[in-house]
């Protein structure tokens, strides 16, 4: 969880990079995110993206907002939403919340630090964490061995190991995680592999340590989810402030 602002004399774009956990953003100063993506250009005033979205552009001007990213795992309680349904898409928030989500907007507006405005996000999020299905067993270990190996986890000894079937596996994976485990583990290792791209390292040496079988194979890798090549996503504005604006344990920026 992490708070930011995007101020400026003119509006903002950014690009929204997939990640391997469902991002929700919650905007608090009565502004709104124009969000422009496969399905055409919206405004939001609060969104939640499943997993599987591609890179989508996002303007923005004097937006203050608290951004949690959750694992799907914690995503299945807390939208009260398949992310199966979710799949592949930005949608607003007040869909899967309705009146509380405006009502949480109106506290954060109110509240005068972004600890005050993190305990309120907690506080939001606990009871629906308490409250929700939890995900099959074995789709829950399958993603833990996928986020562990970095992508690199062999699907089909997962899924020997669980017992299932190859369709069982996928039917349930896909409805409860929001992708099917292939994606997952493909999603995974971009997502390590273009932090690294971001942090200086060689897409030759990304590419051999990261489980690709040629630096051919990650360029696809990396316009699949980007729409662009290792170098050009390497200056995504949205990637370079991940360790600062949306850091592990929360932050402002």
């Not at 959750?70 to 928030?93: D, K, N, Q, T, Y």
């Not at 729409?227 to 850091?247: C, K, Q, R, S, V």
Request: aromatic share 8%.
């Amino acid at each position: 969880m992490a708070g930011f602002r995007i101020g400026g004399d003119s509006p903002t774009e950014l690009r929204a990079i997939p990640h391997p956990a469902v991002t929700v953003a919650v905007e608090f100063g009565d502004r709104s995110f124009d969000v422009h993506g496969e399905t055409g250009r919206t405004r939001l005033k609060s969104l939640a993206a499943g997993l599987a979205f591609s890179a989508f552009q996002v303007r923005a001007d004097g937006v203050e907002c608290v951004q949690i990213r959750l694992s799907p795992l914690a995503a299945h309680h807390v939208l009260g939403f398949p992310l199966g349904e979710l799949r592949g898409r930005v949608v607003a928030l007040d869909d899967l919340w309705g009146r509380d989500t405006s009502r949480l907007r109106e506290r954060l507006h109110h509240a005068r630090t972004w600890p005050e405005r993190f305990a309120l996000i907690d506080t939001e999020l606990f009871p629906r964490l308490q409250a929700g299905r939890p995900v099959d067993p074995e789709v829950a270990w399958a993603w833990r061995r996928i986020v562990a190996s970095r992508g690199r986890a062999r699907v089909s000894d997962l899924t020997a190991r669980t017992g299932w079937s190859r369709q069982r596996m996928w039917s349930r994976f896909g409805s409860q995680i929001g992708l099917t485990p292939k994606r997952a583990a493909m999603l995974v290792r971009f997502d390590h592999a273009v932090h690294r791209l971001v942090r200086g390292h060689t897409p030759a040496r990304v590419a051999a340590d990261g489980g690709y079988a040629d630096q051919s194979h990650l360029h696809h890798d990396v316009r699949a989810f980007t729409g662009t090549t290792p170098a050009a996503a390497a200056n995504e504005p949205w990637l370079t402030a991940d360790d600062t604006a949306w850091p592990a344990h929360g932050g402002a920026a």
